[in-house]
């Protein structure tokens, strides 16, 4: 500040002059729908020249994410990974105009998976699996048997190993009591081979982020492998045991009955 000549009185009057505008509150949890409605709320900030009343009008408008069909799953709490959906987003619209129910579609990692989704595609950053919403959406994905393309975003990213559960056992927790079922629709992810899309890996020119875009797009066209259904993983602890409870009557009365038919067949010979 020195060489600028910027006096320190100078700062804290700005920093005074800043204190006494109005502000803007961006959501921690950003999508294109809420960007675009951002920048439109700033233009008619210039044209008013000051901040309008927000209103249930002038509210952010829907992302489409509730109607669906095509979801992206990442770690919506890492700038990083929000940032590189977003990119992934805005350059597979051009490439599915021909397929427009195709289009992905930012899942809000604070709303429920709708019911519509068919394809997920799942973005893999490093620290992913600690993510208790993002763990959530996998496994609504899951129940709806859909099919999905996995995505790695980040050098950082390390394939679950054998101990998975173990390593994240308390995020695994506050998502579902079935730990091992968890950890079998994860494993199920990279039973396809994952397309590696890095925006912001130092290499990653538009031209490489282009061609990976088209790797996605033409995965997702020929996506057929899915995630297994796992509404059983939904029964309470108590109705499965009354259920291993009642096999484990049902073999006992077999076993009954082999003895009694064998006891009354050796009579017969005797």
């Known amino acids: 500040m020195q060489i600028s000549r910027i006096a320190l009185a100078d700062v804290q009057d700005a920093m005074r002059w800043i204190m006494k505008q109005q502000s803007v509150i961006v959501p921690d949890f950003v999508t294109e729908a809420s960007m675009k409605h951002l920048g439109k709320y700033l233009l008619a900030v210039t044209s008013a020249g000051h901040l309008p009343t927000p209103s249930a009008s002038t509210g952010p408008p829907s992302d489409g994410a509730a109607v669906a069909e095509t979801a992206i799953l990442a770690d919506g709490s890492a700038v990083e990974s929000s940032a590189c959906a977003l990119v992934l987003t805005h350059m597979l619209r051009p490439l599915l105009v021909k397929t427009p129910t195709k289009m992905p ?15 997920v595609l799942i973005l893999c950053s490093a ?12 496994m609504a ?8 393309v996995p995505i790695v975003t980040d050098d950082a990213f390390r394939f679950p190993l054998p101990n998975f559960v173990d390593e994240h056992r308390d995020a695994i927790a506050k998502v579902t009591q079935h730990e091992n079922a968890l950890a079998d629709v994860i494993q199920q992810t990279f039973q396809a081979i994952a397309v590696v899309f890095q925006p912001a890996l130092y290499s990653s020119t538009e031209g490489v982020l282009l061609t990976k ?21 939904e029964t309470p602890a108590a109705s499965q045991e009354q259920a291993l409870e009642q096999a484990n009557s049902t073999l006992a009365a077999t076993n009954v009955s082999e003895v009694n038919l064998n006891e009354t067949m050796l009579s017969a010979f005797v």
């Open 105 to 119: 579609v930012f899942h809000p990692a604070d709303k429920e998976l709708p019911a519509t989704v068919t394809l």
């Open 127 to 138: 620290g992913i699996f600690h993510n208790v919403k993002f763990l959530k959406a996998l």
């Open 141 to 148: 994905a899951a129940k709806l048997n859909a099919k999905y």
């Open 213 to 233: 875009a088209h790797e996605v797009a033409e995965r997702m066209l020929e996506a057929t492998v899915q995630l297994s259904s796992l509404s059983w993983m």
